[in-house]
T-cell receptor
Framework: QKEVEQNSGPLSVPEGAIASLNCTYS??????FFWYRQYSGKSPELIMS????GDKEDGRFTAQLNKASQYVSLLIRDSQPSDSATYLCAVNKADSSYKLIFGSGTRLLVRP | GAGVSQSPSNKVTEKGKDVELRCDPISGHTALYWYRQSLGQGLEFLIYFQGNSAPDKSGLPSDRFSAERTGGSVSTLTIQRTQQEDSAVYLC?????????????FGDGTRLSIL
């Protein structure tokens, strides 16, 4: 079992729709969770961080965390073609050097 | 500088040669990380620095890989006797103090190709 799992996609949604990206993790004591967006050929860009159970909203983005289920998600409202990218879920290892364990990413395609 | 700076942006070299990759973190960030991303894959942790020391080297794939950091700032990742499987994008990230809830910010990476 991978430590951080994501569906590789592609997830295809029409412009204006809500895109829902999901991530599960195996280390129950993980404390910090991050979503990075990566355009092709570019470096990962931090878009959301979440540390507590519940929802955290920032503009069109909402991160949701459920530690009991070991599940974190990212919702993108009013999806735009410019949101088309790979979204990486990252989890901080609670027992180490604060390194991030990344999922392999979900590719999102927003159709005009 | 405003962001994490890495050089070179691209490096092509022959199998068996040594390569050195450089990372200049965000000013004031004491924690520095190296990751590797192979084509179509997620990021793989290599090494973590807090200041000049490396308390976690657990991700270095072999003894051909080494890294150092001087002055609490610039870091170099060295790969000796490169192999084709070393081809990947090498990404550097930095964060403030290495506290676990401080986000890591990435540089643009070095794309390494071993012929």
């Amino acid at each position: 079992q991978k430590e951080v799992e994501q569906n590789s996609g592609p997830l295809s949604v029409p412009e204006g729709a809500i895109a829902s990206l999901n991530c599960t993790y195996s280390d129950r004591v993980s404390q910090s969770f991050f979503w990075y967006r990566q355009y092709s050929g570019k470096s990962p860009e931090l878009i959301m961080s979440i540390y507590s159970n519940g929802d955290k909203e920032d503009g069109r983005f909402t991160a949701q965390l459920n530690k009991a289920s070991q599940y974190v998600s990212l919702l993108i409202r009013d999806s735009q073609p410019s949101d088309s990218a790979t979204y990486l879920c990252a989890v901080n290892k609670a027992d180490s050097s604060y390194k991030l364990i990344f999922g392999s990413g979900t590719r999102l395609l927003v159709r005009p | 500088g405003a962001g994490v700076s890495q050089s070179p942006s691209n490096k092509v070299t022959e199998k068996g040669k040594d390569v050195e990759l450089r990372c200049d973190p965000i000013s004031g960030h004491t924690a520095l990380y190296w990751y590797r991303q192979s084509l179509g894959q997620g990021l793989e942790f290599l090494i973590y620095f807090q200041g000049n020391s490396a308390p976690d080297k657990s991700g270095l794939p072999s003894d051909r890989f080494s890294a150092e950091r001087t002055g609490g700032s610039v870091s170099t990742l060295t790969i000796q006797r490169t192999q084709q499987e070393d081809s990947a994008v090498y990404l550097c990230a930095s964060s403030f103090k290495g506290i676990d809830n401080q986000p890591q910010h990435f540089g643009d990476g070095t794309r390494l190709s071993i012929l």
